[in-house]
Structure formats: structure tokens, C-alpha cells
T-cell receptor
Framework: EAGVTQFPSHSVIEKGQTVTLRCDPI?????LYWYRRVMGKEIKFLLH????????ESGMPNNRFLAERTGGTYSTLKVQPAELEDSGVYFC?????????????FGNGTRLTVT | LAKTTQPISMDSYEGQEVNITCSHN???????ITWYQQFPSQGPRFIIQ???TKVTNEVASLFIPADRKSSTLSLPRVSLSDTAVYYC????????????FGTGTLLAVQP
């Protein structure tokens, strides 16, 4: 089966610009997660979709971040306007079951650099 | 809320057994505990998952005590290619399905 794919793999933008990240989960996976790694190793939760509904978006840093999953398939994460502290690697993951009872399958991430 | 702690880094030599522990308080009572491996420029990759006691697969073992306040990933006979960052992943308490990563342990395997 095809894995989780993320686009673009890298993005360099200036402060104040807008960037949209895309994630295509594994087909049939209802659960889709966004995570972010900043300042080294820690991977922080951003939000969780179940199909097209946001199950938990408590990790979204502020209202400059908007995630959507129209139709319950692929998802986008838009940052508008981008700030320097938004730099990091954004990971998307999908799973069949919710909670932690089936493994998460991760994409290779989008490295975002805001200058 | 769940809190997780892992050692920042560990060093080992090829052929040795490595044990990495994650301390996790206030995790969801009905969720599994999962461990992932991450190489540079890649997403985390599933290694092993367990609920209680001991689980073993072809690459690792996972030990979880009865109180589930920690878990230990055991890698038998590591090789250079096992150099990576290792994370535990646990479910947070509460009504939602938030899954929390540990702080990550960089394992460096020397020849």
C-alpha cells in the first residue's frame, strides 16, 4: 500500500507570507494527525481529524494555523501569516483506529523555514 | 495531562543490548504504549506496541510494569544502523484522542 505522503518536502518563505502544507493519508485511514518538531527533537501534537471532523485541535499554536480535511481524504495545514517561530518540520500521520491502539503511519514531513 | 520523560541521549557499541526507558504519568488507561524510531529527514517509524507486561517482535522487546508509569524498549545486539532517535507515544487522559510523544532519546551506536 502507498504510505502517507506530504507535499512539499521543503518550503522556504518570508515572514508574513502564506504557506499551505498537504498530507495524503493511507487510503481508508479515518484518523489523521498533524505534529510539529521544533527546536531539536521534541515532536508536538497539533491536531487530530476523524474523517473530516476535528477531534482535537488543542495543540494548534494560534489562529494563524488552519487545518482542513474536506471529504475526509487529504488534509491541508495553512499558516497565514507565517512567523519566524513557525519554522520546523511538520509531520502528518494516519491510522485505522483512534487512540493508540493501531500504529500511526507517518509521512516524511515538510521542513518549513521562515526567514 | 500526560507527561513523558526520556533520557536525552545514549551511547552504545555494536552487538550490545540497549534499554531505553520512557517515564509517563497520567496516561490513558485503555491505550497501548507505542515506540517509534526516527532517522534524519524521515518520519517516525513504528517499532513495537504493548499494553502490559512484555511484548516481543522480530526487532525489539517492550517491557511495561503493572502500574504503566513507564515502559522500556529493549534493542538486542544493536548495529550501526540502529543509530536514530527513539520516541515513546502514549495516549493522554481526557475525552479526546490526543497522542503524546516522549521527549526522544538519541541512540548513538559506535563500532
Amino acid at each position: 500500500e502507498a504510505g502517507v505522503t506530504q507535499f512539499p518536502s521543503h518550503s522556504v518563505i518570508e515572514k508574513g507570507q502564506t504557506v499551505t502544507l498537504r498530507c495524503d493519508p493511507i487510503s481508508g485511514h479515518d484518523n489523521l494527525y498533524w505534529y510539529r518538531r521544533v527546536m531539536g527533537k521534541e515532536i508536538k501534537f497539533l491536531l487530530h481529524f476523524v474523517k473530516e471532523s476535528k477531534q482535537d485541535e488543542s495543540g494548534m499554536p494560534n489562529n494563524r494555523f488552519l487545518a482542513e480535511r474536506t471529504g475526509g481524504t487529504y488534509s491541508t495545514l495553512k499558516v497565514q501569516p507565517a512567523e519566524l517561530e513557525d519554522s520546523g518540520v511538520y509531520f502528518c500521520a494516519s491510522s485505522q483506529d483512534g487512540r493508540n491502539n493501531s500504529p500511526l503511519h507517518f509521512g516524511n514531513g515538510t521542513r518549513l523555514t521562515v526567514t | 495531562l500526560a507527561k513523558t520523560t526520556q533520557p536525552i541521549s545514549m551511547d552504545s557499541y555494536e552487538g550490545q543490548e540497549v534499554n531505553i526507558t520512557c517515564s509517563h504519568n497520567n496516561i490513558a488507561t485503555n491505550d497501548y504504549i507505542t515506540w517509534y524510531q526516527q532517522f534524519p529527514s524521515q518520519g517516525p517509524r513504528f517499532i513495537i506496541q504493548g499494553y502490559k507486561t512484555k511484548v516481543t517482535n522480530e526487532v525489539a522487546s517492550l517491557f511495561i510494569p503493572a502500574d504503566r508509569k513507564s515502559s522500556t524498549l529493549s534493542l538486542p545486539r544493536v548495529s550501526l544502523s540502529d543509530t536514530a532517535v527513539y520516541y515513546c507515544l502514549v495516549g493522554d487522559t481526557g475525552a479526546t484522542n490526543k497522542l503524546i510523544f516522549g521527549t526522544g532519546t538519541l541512540l548513538a551506536v559506535q563500532p
